[in-house]
């Protein structure tokens, strides 16, 4: 399962506004002491799904295209 846990608003490279989620990977898991989330890695994208990998603080590179959003 997969939890949104920022929403980053950017402006691609034709002044479009658009938004970078930040995503969380949780597991759910039931333990003697009872039921548990197991919290795992995060992964970035565009709210359009496309994979992105930041730069800096502000800037972001769109892995298929190579345009950068900021």
Do not use: C, H, W
Request: charged fraction near 30%.
């Amino acid at each position: 399962m997969e939890q949104i846990v920022e929403r980053i608003a950017v402006t691609g490279d034709d002044l479009t506004p658009l938004q970078v989620l930040r995503y969380r990977f949780l597991r759910a898991e039931e333990t003697d002491a009872g039921k548990r989330v197991r919290i795992g890695a995060e992964r970035l994208a565009l709210s359009s799904g496309e994979a992105v990998r930041p730069l800096n603080g502000s800037e972001f590179l769109v892995i298929s295209t190579g345009l950068v959003r900021r």
